[in-house]
């Protein structure tokens, strides 16, 4: 059975840091893409990073040079962290591996 449990949410300041982790059971990790997309109330999800096997990156525009994941095969997780965060990074994060996906972790950047 397939889990993915994202960590590390929660309320920062404007220009602060927080790091995502998401624990991946239940399948061949070392073997699959795995990617972070969000939702920010009202929007739709988008793609926020990913990270492949052999660990080649991509990043959306808006978190490129601010965010870097990660991932470590030894503990089946993968990471994002996230810095210089902006009031815009409020959303749900959630973490994705083929077409299963986590249950997210809410993030708010607010003052």
């Known amino acids: 059975q397939v889990q993915l449990v994202e960590s590390g949410g929660g309320l920062v300041q404007p220009g602060g840091s927080l790091r995502l982790s998401c624990a991946a059971s239940?399948?061949?990790?070392?073997?699959?893409?795995m990617s972070w997309y969000r939702q920010a109330p009202g929007k739709e999800r988008e793609l926020v990073a990913l990270?492949?096997?052999?660990?080649?990156?991509n990043y959306a525009d808006s978190v490129k040079g601010r965010f870097t994941i990660s991932r470590d095969k030894s503990k089946n997780t993968v990471y994002l962290q996230m810095n210089s965060l902006k009031p815009e990074d409020t959303a749900v994060y959630y973490c994705?591996?083929?077409?299963?996906w986590g249950q997210g972790t809410l993030v708010i950047v607010s003052s």
């Open positions: 994705r591996a083929s077409n299963n």
């Open positions: 239940g399948f061949n990790f070392n073997g699959y893409i």
């Open positions: 990270i492949g096997p052999t660990y080649i990156t």
